[in-house]
Structures are given as structure tokens and as C-alpha cells.
């Protein structure tokens, strides 16, 4: 976390960092380890080329600061992602909302990307609501005014059902789903799957739109 006016939570831990640079080599650490990682920190993209050391006197006529591109620190774990990684960013756009965050996610190589857009009531940095729109690379859903607490428990339930229905089409794409039909004997081939709902339907009259069961 950058500073900030807030405790420290409890039984988290806390890694306090003043810049970008610190913020990457903190991730850095933490990346191999990681099962879900979550990008919300807004990030500066960029930062004075040369820090003065000494105050800067003010001339006559316009300043210019050159400025340096920070890491970006999602493209970064998005080419580094371990097999079985989550990645989460979010994308604060002021337009074309989905588009830019869409390619936004395949740019980065991420799982899934939270957007907002700035210019709507409610959203935002400057208060304790949000208007979120979680995409993924198969699904949209557009989230109601929530307080930002109600909105980081949606982001969390849709993250670990995603992760549980990929787990199941993975299965299936191996090969190695097994499914206990209604007559009570193991069936492992099927023509259509439904990863959003969890069931499978096979070629054989009474395994249609079955709830699936791996073993």
C-alpha cells in the first residue's frame, strides 16, 4: 500500500511502499507465490526524469519538467503470469467504457479488468461508491451503484466463480471430466458444454443439461 490515512488490517500482510519502483519490487516478491492477484492501485504512469536535490528557482518565462515512464506493473505480471494465476486490473476510462477496457485486458493479458468511468454519479476515487463493470474475454456484467465495500465482495465472487468454472472446462478440454448421469453409471464424452452454468449435455437422451460432477 502507497500512504495513506488507514490502519493497517489485521492478519494482512502489509508491505508499505512511497513509489511505483517500490510498488513493482514488492509485487515482484510476492508474484511466484500468489493465487489471485488483484491490481487496484492507481499507479502513477509517469515520474520526473531528474529529481532536484536543492529548490528549483523560479525564471522568468514557462517551465518544462521532463517526465520518465514508469513500469507498468500489470503489462509486467500479465507476461509473467504463472500457469493457474489469477490477474485482475481495473480501467478508469472517461469513454468508450468497454472498448478500451476489452483492450485493455488483452493488452495486458489479464483475466479479468473492473471498469468505471469517472463521469458517472457515484463512481470513482472521490467517495464510498462505485459503478463497476466486470469484464472478462467471454462475459460482461454491469454492476449497480454499491458502496465500495459491497463492490470489492462482487469482484471477489465473480473472480473465484470464474476460476471454478475454468477448472471445469479445463477439465472437460483434457478430457478427464467424469460425470455421474441419472442411471448411476460414469459417462466421460459430451458434445456441448455450459461453463457459466455448470452443466454438460451429451449425445445420449437422458444426460441432457446435467449438473456437472468431477471426480
Do not use: W
Not at 77 to 104: I, V, W, Y
Request: a negative charge.
Amino acid at each position: 500500500s502507497g500512504p495513506t490515512e488507514l490502519g493497517t488490517v489485521p492478519f494482512v500482510d502489509h508491505r508499505p511502499v512511497t513509489s511505483a519502483g517500490d510498488m513493482f519490487r514488492a509485487i515482484q516478491d510476492l508474484l511466484p507465490q500468489t493465487d489471485i492477484l488483484i491490481k487496484a492501485a492507481a499507479v502513477a504512469d509517469y515520474r520526473p526524469a531528474n529529481v532536484a536535490e536543492d529548490k528549483m528557482k523560479k525564471k522568468d518565462g514557462d517551465l518544462s519538467i521532463p517526465l520518465k515512464r514508469t513500469q507498468d506493473i500489470l503489462k509486467y505480471l500479465g507476461e509473467h503470469k504463472p500457469d493457474g494465476q489469477f490477474l485482475c486490473g481495473f480501467s478508469m476510462e472517461t469513454e468508450n467504457l468497454l472498448e478500451n477496457s476489452r483492450a485493455k485486458l488483452a493488452k495486458k493479458n489479464a483475466d479479468m479488468m473492473v471498469a468505471n468511468n469517472l463521469k458517472e454519479q457515484g463512481a470513482g476515487f472521490a467517495g464510498d461508491t462505485n459503478i463497476v463493470t466486470i469484464i472478462t474475454g467471454d462475459s460482461v456484467k454491469e454492476l449497480p451503484l454499491m458502496t465500495k465495500e459491497e463492490t470489492a465482495g462482487q469482484i471477489i465472487d465473480e473472480i473465484l466463480e470464474y476460476r471454478k468454472l475454468a477448472k471445469l472446462k479445463s477439465t472437460y478440454v483434457d478430457g478427464l471430466i467424469k460425470v455421474i448421469g441419472p442411471d448411476g453409471r460414469i459417462h466421460s464424452s459430451f458434445q456441448q458444454t455450459e461453463t457459466r452454468t455448470g452443466r454438460i449435455s451429451s449425445a445420449e437422451p437422458n444426460l441432457q443439461n446435467i449438473p456437472i460432477r468431477t471426480e
